[in-house]
DNA sequence: ACACTATATTACTATATAATTATATAGTTG
DNA sequence: CAACTATATAATTATATAGTAATATAGTGT
């Protein structure tokens, strides 16, 4: 039996993914791993301009990827939903596969 | 040590989920499943227009998701790379859990 | 050849959103 | 309180892309 996915359903799993679809917020997720770091301390490590850093987490923040700890004026930020890592590792891993694949289909030719 | 991960692989994993975020598509690969289908048995199952539909499944086959054979003027699609239904299984589960644990946040105030 | 059907492509419109600049908010220190 | 610092927000611009209508392409049957 197949499971009826509603539309609904479809659209807060496709949020999920779009979420995690933007390099900007990989590279955040990737620096913070499974350390807390500051604003400041990410928009140093990443490059990018502080409002953009800030945009991110924020978004990150209300999808319950990351947690936030105020302290003073800083605000601190770790990553709570570890799966991401699994998920990245998945499509990495998956993407590998791939080219090795499509290399392979090229071999023998030159 | 924390692997380096430069600016073009995260490119590459964010275009992954990107192609991921979106409820049609996801649509489309959940009403493939394991089987294999026609683009107008597609269209005729999600309800989506032949041309939106033609376009989405010529993304997901440029990136490898999806395998395609022609036979005559039907084109058969079929899901060739079956990590996404892990993927989407992981995404499911973790917002499940989610929507649980914020659920609980609010018992016993109401 | 002609009509028909299935799929793909093109051109277009509308919408979403990433990045940036400027500004607001709020805690800290003198 | 004034100056300073860290973060968040608002407004703006630019870009990407989803959906659609029209058309092209190509296989099928008469």
Chains 1, 2 share one sequence.
Not at 80 to 97: G, P, W
Request: with cysteine.
């Amino acid at each position: 039996m197949k499971e009826e996915l509603s539309d609904e359903a479809l659209e807060l799993i496709a949020d999920r993914f779009r979420l995690l679809g933007d390099p900007t917020r990989l590279r955040i997720l990737h620096t913070l791993g499974r350390d807390e770091m500051s604003v400041s301390e990410l928009v140093a490590a990443t490059g990018a301009g502080q409002a953009n850093i800030s945009k991110h987490l924020g978004v990150l923040l209300k999808a319950g990827i990351v947690s936030r700890r105020k302290e003073g004026l800083t605000a601190n930020y770790r990553v709570a939903d570890e799966s991401i890592f699994e998920l990245c590792d998945t499509v990495c891993t998956r993407l590998k596969d791939q080219f090795e694949q499509r290399r392979g289909m090229l071999t023998g030719i030159v």
